[in-house]
T-cell receptor
Framework: DVKVTQSSRYLVKRTGEKVFLECVQDMDHENMFWYRQDPGLGLRLIYF???????EKGDIPEGYSVSREKKERFSLILESASTNQTSMYLC??????????FGPGTRLTVT | AQSVTQLDSQVPVFEEAPVELRCNYSSSVSVYLFWYVQYPNQGLQLLLKYLSGSTLVKGINGFEAEFNKSQTSFHLRKPSVHISDTAEYFC?????????????FGSGTRLQVQP
């Protein structure tokens, strides 16, 4: 079974803090993704990566950056957390353009 | 650009009744289609997918969906629901043979199964 793990299930941070969300997959997938999920809006793509050190902006990249130094690991960085970044963050991986496998999510609260 | 519309934000239904969750998409190129389910406080799990071939696709937990290219729809159905089917369901598309590997999701449909 494909396994995608995320470093934290719940996280509480203060405004202005730098926040790291980590994601690891064990299926040697080339593609990895970060989504944000908000009620009534579905999932929105923040960034994705199709290879080590390669990244592309998604639909809502403002306020976020990413890092992919190893194929299995994809990190989402909030340089200076703000209250409007309070959300559920979901990581996923895939081979080619086929189905994506999701991690359990990190519920981030910024106070 | 592609888009996905899930027409119903919430669908209440009684246990053992049939259910249909509607999904329409818009795209200028061919697509792959997916349905995912999300149980409370969990990530998304793939229910079923359409890549090519038969337009009637069967998935896990007794769900099925039919791809209708002329109506650009991919509605999800189950003939008899259980309480355990209460969850949020997302329809998604990816574009065939393009550089964009990401999925575009609908806004979700919350299925509430009542006893």
């Amino acid at each position: 079974d494909v396994k995608v793990t995320q470093s934290s299930r719940y996280l509480v941070k203060r405004t202005g803090e730098k926040v790291f969300l980590e994601c690891v997959q064990d299926m040697d997938h080339e593609n990895m993704f970060w989504y944000r999920q908000d009620p009534g809006l579905g999932l929105r793509l923040i960034y994705f990566s199709y290879d080590v050190k390669m990244k592309e902006k998604g639909d809502i990249p403002e306020g976020y950056s990413v890092s992919r130094e190893k194929k299995e690991r994809f990190s989402l960085i909030l340089e200076s957390a703000s209250t409007n970044q309070t959300s559920m963050y979901l990581c996923a991986s895939s081979f080619a353009g086929y189905e994506q496998y999701f991690g359990p999510g990190t519920r981030l609260t910024v106070t | 650009a592609q888009s996905v519309t899930q027409l119903d934000s919430q669908v209440p239904v009684f246990e053992e009744a049939p259910v249909e969750l509607r999904c329409n998409y818009s795209s200028s190129v061919s697509v792959y289609l997916f349905w995912y389910v999300q149980y409370p406080n969990q990530g998304l799990q793939l229910l079923l997918k359409y890549l090519s071939g038969s337009t009637l696709v069967k998935g896990i937990n007794g769900f099925e969906a039919e791809f209708n290219k002329s109506q650009t729809s991919f509605h999800l159905r189950k003939p008899s629901v259980h309480i355990s089917d209460t969850a949020e369901y997302f329809c998604a598309v990816s574009l065939v043979d393009t550089g964009r590997r990401a999925l575009t999701f609908g806004s979700g449909t919350r299925l509430q199964v009542q006893p």
